[in-house]
């Protein structure tokens, strides 16, 4: 069974940036397709970005550009740089795993792994 833990989350004026890590155990993540989501209060689940088995990622329009997808496979983690944040960025963001597919999946409910969360808050 595959375990995500997000880390890195915190308070950040805007403009400023932040980079979030997902640690993966149990399998190898690098045989998943590694999702960001983001919930702010009173949201539903929004897809942020991911990537995929063949390390191609994969942006919602509200972060390209500015928010960045790595893999670090000798560590089992994923990454989120986020760049140029504004307050309109602050939520809890999840990493979340599921088995790959050829188009790429944005739909929360379809995922399968997910870690706890971690918040990220923009001051304006």
């Known amino acids: 069974q595959l375990q995500l833990v997000e880390s890195g989350g915190g308070k950040v004026q805007a403009g400023g940036s932040l980079r979030l890590s997902c640690a993966a155990s149990g399998r190898t993540s690098t045989n998943y397709h590694m999702g960001w989501f983001r919930q702010a209060p009173g949201k539903e689940r929004e897809f942020v970005g991911v990537?995929?088995?063949?390390?191609?990622?994969a942006y919602a329009d509200s972060v390209k550009g500015r928010f960045t997808i790595s893999r670090d496979n000798a560590k089992n983690t994923v990454y989120l740089q986020m760049n140029s944040l504004k307050p309109e960025d602050t939520a809890v963001y999840y990493c979340?795993?599921?088995?790959?597919?050829?188009?790429?999946?944005?739909?929360?409910?379809?995922?399968?792994?997910w870690g706890q969360g971690t918040q990220v808050t923009v001051s304006s």
């Open positions: 990537i995929r088995t063949t390390n191609i990622p």
């Open positions: 979340a795993a599921r088995k790959p597919t050829v188009v790429v999946v944005t739909t929360a409910s379809e995922y399968d792994s």
